[in-house]
Nanobody, 118 residues
Framework: QVQLVESGGGSVQAGGSLRLSCAAS??????MGWIRQAPGKEREEVST???????TYTDSVKGRFTISRDNAKSTLYLQMNSLKPEDTAMYYC??????????????WGQGTQVTVSS
């Protein structure tokens, strides 16, 4: 059983920063990541990271967001800088053995809302 609990979301003005956290129980060596979804928009894989720290980013956040994980603390992070209104979305922490977030074996947190105003 895997349990994921996100925190750190909120409302911020454009150009500001937020740091999201995900307390992960039972994730072990799973691949993990952050997926965001805004009303009327397709789900977007923002960033992923494997157990050893190899990371990926969607083009729209490169240079602004940084994903990291502390395996000893079983915690995943997403540092978000230079936020833009288009970053507004619900952000979900995800975990999967094969980095397939849409399979039956994937786990999703409850989400944390990020709202960026101009």
């Amino acid at each position: 059983q895997v349990q994921l609990v996100e925190s750190g979301g909120g409302s911020v003005q454009a150009g500001g920063s937020l740091r999201l956290s995900c307390a992960a129980s039972g994730a072990g060596t799973y691949c993990m990541g952050w997926i965001r979804q805004a009303p009327g928009k397709e789900r977007e894989e923002v960033s992923t990271i494997n157990y050893y720290g190899t990371a990926t980013y969607t083009d729209s956040v490169k240079g602004r967001f940084t994903i990291s994980r502390d395996n000893a603390k079983s915690t995943l992070y997403l540092q978000m800088n230079s936020l833009k209104p288009e970053d507004t979305a619900m952000y979900y922490c995800v975990a999967s053995y094969l980095c397939n977030w849409y399979s039956g074996g994937a786990y999703w947190g409850q989400g944390t809302q990020v709202t960026v105003s101009s």
